[in-house]
């Protein structure tokens, strides 16, 4: 048995490339390309995936729907930051649409230190983290529930979005590896990132630099 870990985003482009493969007649069905297992993590990368291979295989139904059953494991996803500005970015009622018109720390709270903000997350394209950041940027600048959102919605807002985005550094590929790259080069790397509540604390536990108290963790309703 051979396993790769991958970005959810990666799988479903590596799925939808082997499959328009298949159907050009590049590759045959028991191509060893093919994995045997795949598991993405999310519904909207599992929906992307399920849209696409729909579009080359109508009505095949190769990708299932999600059926119900028992939740093994879940982890929400959150702000992570560290005490210095901690306590300015509590104080928003909503911290997306606060990001739009501010550039630095003390523009949410007159007591947080004078530095830019610096924002990071994984890549929408790529990670599920990234991705579901992306959505829930839009859900909060709209005030609306993410499956509420219209492709109007996402037209209307694309401005706001962007203002948000141009504070963002750098885009991770993994949600862990971000979070533990923010615990080791600390404030001037970045002092906002959208991560798993479970990563925050996997950086912390693996970093014997710091401790898990070192980094504040605000848990905001990220949808």
Known sequence: MKCEAKGSGDVVTEIVSLSQKLRSGAIQPDSPEFPTLISVDGEIYHSQLLYKINQLYPGQNYIPQITDAPLLANSPMIFMTSKEVAPGLQKQSNIYQALVNTQTHRDLDSSSPQLPIHYVHTAPTRSNSGLQTLVAQFASVANKRPEQLTVADVQQYQPQIQKIQSKVTRYGVSTSSLAEDMVKNRPFWALIASV???????????????SYQDLWMICKDNY
Do not use: K
């Open 196 to 210: 798993y509540e479970s990563s925050v604390i996997q950086a912390n536990t693996a970093n014997t630099q710091t």
